[in-house]
């Protein structure tokens, strides 16, 4: 009130004129707050349950502190993905399956209820079981496992789903076939390849077998016929997300992943300029590996049972090798099913290729930031990887675990970054985590197996986490300062993301969400209510949730957990600042009332 008290002094000795007008101000304000209490004033809500005796914050200070309430969606909705909503997909065309990009509602469109689980769902089996079974209940659908049944990729037993490990290109299982692919690519054995991806996943099963042989591996798939892929995946407690190469770059930076595999994917890689394979190109490391198997790989003996000819396979083939070498890969091993290409450790051969004017695909120019990939539009032309980079190529990566402390070359790249930004955010999250695991004992038990850092910088969380049971999926901004390259170098996972929009996965997926600040510094873009209705819909029921946030927003976010039915508490930082609180909450686990 000083500031408006000194002003109308001033108005008063300065000029009469001043004073009507003043006078009318003071009046609409007195007026505008009589209504604001009496259609805001009943709905008030204590939130002092959530604190800790003797810890309380200025609740009336707060943004939006009223009390909260959302109803729940019908049951149709137990598995609705916001921006890949089957139906809405008329509405997109059916060129390259665009439709089954990413394609959010506007505002107006936006639900706000809170999505029920299945009937009949139960508490996630617990890793490491969970790799080979799921409750069926869980993950209701019978289509996959009908059409799927004699490639074995699962198969329903009483109330559970079991998961063989075989798939289409794998019948005599999942183990047998990357032991072969190991045989190919030794540097699968010695922590040299730390970071995969796979483009149309199935359920999964390669990534789930990757991980017992310390690689990290991105399972991707679309929301598509076969249904609920990337669910089952994550069901399982494997690292997943929903994705297709269409006409948009995936959200990951330039040269992140060591190895990518596409197993009878079906993706067209020679049509349309060979922009998916340029995209695969891309994303991976230099010196990284591409694998394939499946048409037109072995087509001397596969053709027959792929409804084609021997011409017509030996052609693709051709193609894709042409592509390939056009883009710097070299065959690097074959045998049976499987070919292996790596990508050129050097740049060498694209300054070859950019001698020769009529060279397809050509560089691409400057004006194309090569780690721009939120809906970034494909195009037909090669990234060159940066002539500065002189660490990044696979082979000059420290092998694992020890990359995953080594600083990264591109932390330079961060505005204000350098080696000892790296090491202390390193130290920071030690003692965080540390914190975190005095409060929350669920963290490092098999309660917590899917856990995604909402808001990380360099996955700092994730890598004071590491040796417990767990994975994280780290998510950068794509407002934010580009450091999910960093992520990728230290030989950890994630992708970019802009929470004013839904996530690209599943309802009832991860096990933890972590929030650092994000209120805080995205409250001027994204409504809260929205990005907490979102958080609770890919939160499992009895899932928790650590929300490290300003003082200012902690009372608000805790009023809006409760109408998202949570359980919270408010407890200090491991610093006891004042300025920033922590809420531990709770997703309870609730049933529709329509199953009632």
């Known amino acids: 009130m000083k500031y408006k008290d000194e002003k109308y002094e001033k108005a008063e000795r300065g000029s009469t004129k001043i004073l009507p007008k003043t006078v009318l101000l003071i009046l609409l304000c007195g007026v505008s707050f009589y209504l604001g209490g009496l259609y805001c004033g009943k709905n008030k809500l204590q939130v002092n349950n959530v604190a800790k005796a003797g810890s309380s914050l200025d609740v009336d ?9 959302f109803p729940e969606c019908s049951s149709d909705y137990q598995d609705y993905t916001p921006c890949t909503d089957p139906r809405k997909w008329k509405k997109y065309g059916t060129h390259r399956l665009t439709f089954m990009e990413r394609h959010c509602p506007p505002v107006f469109d936006r639900k706000q209820c809170l999505v029920p689980p299945p009937n009949g769902y139960k508490s996630p089996i617990r890793w490491p079981k969970s790799k080979n079974e799921c409750w069926y209940r869980n993950v209701p659908y019978d289509w996959i496992n009908k059409q799927k049944s004699n490639q074995h990729w699962l198969k329903k037993e009483g109330e559970k789903f079991i998961f063989p490990g075989g798939g289409t290109m794998f019948p005599n299982g999942v183990s047998a076939y990357v032991d072969l692919m190991q045989d190919l690519i030794p540097e ?70 060591d190895m990518a595999h596409c197993s009878r994917c079906l993706i067209p890689w020679t049509e349309f300029g060979g922009v998916y394979l340029l995209e695969i190109h891309r994303i991976l490391r230099p010196g990284g590996f591409w694998v394939l198997s499946g048409p037109p790989v072995n087509y001397e003996h596969r053709w027959k049972g792929w409804d084609t000819t021997v011409e017509e396979q030996r052609s693709n083939y051709e193609k894709l090798q042409d592509l390939l070498s056009s883009m710097c890969f070299k065959l690097y091993a074959k045998k049976d099913d499987i070919a292996v290409w ?12 950019s001698n020769d004017p009529d060279a397809y695909p050509p560089k691409c120019d400057d004006s194309l930031e090569p780690d721009s990939a939120w809906y970034t539009p494909l195009r037909p032309c090669v990234v060159v990887p940066s002539h500065k980079l002189k660490k990044t190529d ?77 994975w994280v999926m780290n998510v950068v901004s794509s407002y934010a300062a580009n450091t999910l390259p960093v992520v990728f170098d230290r030989g950890l996972i994630g992708t970019y993301h802009d929470w004013c929009e839904a996530f690209s996965t599943y309802p009832r997926t991860y096990d933890l969400l972590h929030v650092d600040g994000l209120f805080t510094s995205e409250s001027q873009r994204c409504e809260m209510k929205y990005v907490m209705l979102e958080m609770d819909r890919i939160l499992r029921p009895n899932g928790y949730a650590i929300i490290r946030e300003s003082s200012y927003f902690a009372d608000t976010i805790a009023s809006v957990a409760k109408g998202l039915r949570w359980s919270c508490r408010k407890e200090q930082t491991e610093s006891e600042s004042e300025n920033e609180k ?15």
């Not at 016929?225 to 297709?244: K, S, T, W, Y």
């Open 188 to 257: 699968m054995k010695d922590g040299t390849i730390r970071t995969a991806i796979d483009t149309g996943c199935g359920v999964a099963s390669w990534g789930g077998d990757l991980l017992d042989r310390g690689i990290l591996t991105v399972s991707l798939a679309p929301r598509d016929n076969h249904e609920a892929q990337v669910q089952f995946a994550l069901e399982r407690g494997i690292p997943a997300i929903l994705g297709i190469i269409s006409t948009q770059r995936l959200p990951f930076p330039s040269n992140s992943f």
């Open 394 to 470: 696979l082979e000059s990566t420290p092998k694992w675990p020890e990359r995953l402390h080594s600083t990264p070359e591109r932390v330079s790249d961060v505005p204000g970054g350098n080696g000892g930004l790296f090491k202390g955010d390193s130290s920071k999250w030690k003692t965080r985590a540390k914190h975190y695991k005095k409060l929350l004992p669920a963290i490092g038990s098999d309660k917590i197996r899917n856990v995604m850092d909402m808001n990380t910088a360099f996955g700092g969380l994730a890598a004071a986490l590491v040796d417990d049971p767990l």
């Open 582 to 596: 922590l809420l531990i909450c709770q997703k309870n686990l609730w049933y529709s009332s329509e199953t009632k």
């Open 342 to 353: 790596q990508k050129s450790p050097d740049n060498m051969c694209y300054n070859k290729l």
């Open 61 to 69: 200070n707060s943004p939006q502190a009223n009390s909260v309430s």
